[in-house]
């Protein structure tokens, strides 16, 4: 399943590293692309859209 999550906090790709970590982190075979412009993370995964939150956050980010 892919979610797709608007993190405003996103400023840089420095930024998309470390929430692309986070979740690979959390969930080796998830798939991570980060849009640093638009700000938004689509992630294709396995885990529920409330877990991938929840790394993002723990990773220092704000979904919105
Ligand atoms: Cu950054």
Not at 14 to 35: L, R
Not at 46 to 57: C, G, L, N, R, T
């Amino acid at each position: 399943m892919a979610i797709q999550l608007k993190v405003p906090s996103i400023a840089c790709s420095g930024c998309a590293d470390t929430i692309t970590k986070a979740i690979k982190n959390h969930e080796s075979t998830a798939n991570v692309q980060i849009d640093v412009e638009q700000k938004i993370v689509i992630v294709e995964t396995k885990a529920s859209e409330d877990s991938i939150k929840q790394v993002i956050a723990s990773a220092g980010h704000t979904v919105e």
